[in-house]
Structure formats: structure tokens, C-alpha cells
């Protein structure tokens, strides 16, 4: 009898240790329209300049924007005429963006239809490889990679 109790009570453990770990790989969405991303940011000395293939990324963790691709088109198009320090407006347009914190790389965000430009925190970037269009029932699931150059 004490037998089949431990084997009882090792397939109850087992069972639980195992659905603990599904649980976490799992990745819920609960929307049909939006995004589904892992974000990469690495750093390192850039002098000389460190080759794509000997960069390190990690998962990042931090905060993360969301912005209109056509509002940032459209502040860069009025700091054209005016020169103004794209600093302070770009920290604006932020504040105005959606902005997520994430953990482990992972950006789940449902979205409208549109485009958008991923930035994080730490490091204002833009390049094609930053911008995300969204579709009607589409979840895109890119990866965009950061990377930070410590000294130039």
C-alpha cells in the first residue's frame, strides 16, 4: 500500500512540475490584430565596429514604445523646416506613444491596424528593420534587435 502511495505521489508532483513548465513557455493571445515579439538589445565597444555576427543580444527587459509611424514622420517633417533639437521632440512623441514595460524579450501588445515604429528607452533608433505593420487579423511576430554602442 505505501508503494502506490508514493508512486501517487510522485506522478502528482510530476504532473504539476510539468504543467508549471507548459505554463511558462505558453504564450496567450487573446486578439487576433496586434503584436507578438521578441525584443534583443545588446552593447560593446564600438571602435572598432563590432560586426553583426559578433554581436551578443540578450532578452531585453525595460520599457518599450509603441509610436505611429506617421506621427514620427510627421515631427521630423516639421523639424525640418524649423531646426529644432529632435531630442526634447522625439521624448514628447514618446510620452504621446503607447509604452509598455517587459520582461524576458517579450512584446505582446493588441494593436490596430497601422504602422509603427518599436523603440526602447534606453536607445532612440530608427531603421526599417524598427517599423511593424499591422494588418487586420495578422499577429506579426518579429524580432528587432538594439544594439548600443558604448564608445565610438
Do not use: A, H, W
Not at 500500500?1 to 504539476?16: E, N
Not at 512623441?93 to 497601422?114: A, F, M, T
Request: net charge neutral; charged share 25%; with cysteine.
Amino acid at each position: 500500500m505505501i508503494k502506490y502511495i508514493r508512486i501517487y505521489i510522485l506522478v502528482l508532483f510530476g504532473g504539476f512540475f510539468l504543467s508549471e513548465c507548459e505554463d511558462d513557455n505558453k504564450i496567450n493571445t487573446d486578439f487576433k490584430t496586434g503584436l507578438n515579439c521578441k525584443i534583443n538589445y545588446g552593447q560593446g565597444d564600438c571602435m572598432p565596429m563590432i560586426g553583426e555576427s559578433n554581436r551578443k543580444y540578450y532578452d531585453y527587459s525595460g520599457k518599450v514604445f509603441i509610436v505611429r509611424k506617421r506621427d514620427y514622420d510627421m515631427l521630423i517633417d516639421i523639424n525640418i523646416n524649423c531646426n529644432c533639437i529632435i531630442d526634447n521632440k522625439i521624448d514628447s512623441l514618446k510620452s504621446k506613444s503607447i509604452s509598455l514595460d517587459i520582461k524576458n524579450g517579450r512584446l505582446i501588445k493588441e494593436l490596430q491596424p497601422d504602422s509603427f515604429l518599436i523603440m526602447i528607452d534606453s536607445k532612440y533608433t530608427y531603421y526599417n528593420d524598427n517599423v511593424v505593420y499591422i494588418k487586420n487579423d495578422l499577429i506579426v511576430s518579429n524580432d528587432f534587435y538594439f544594439f548600443n554602442c558604448t564608445s565610438y
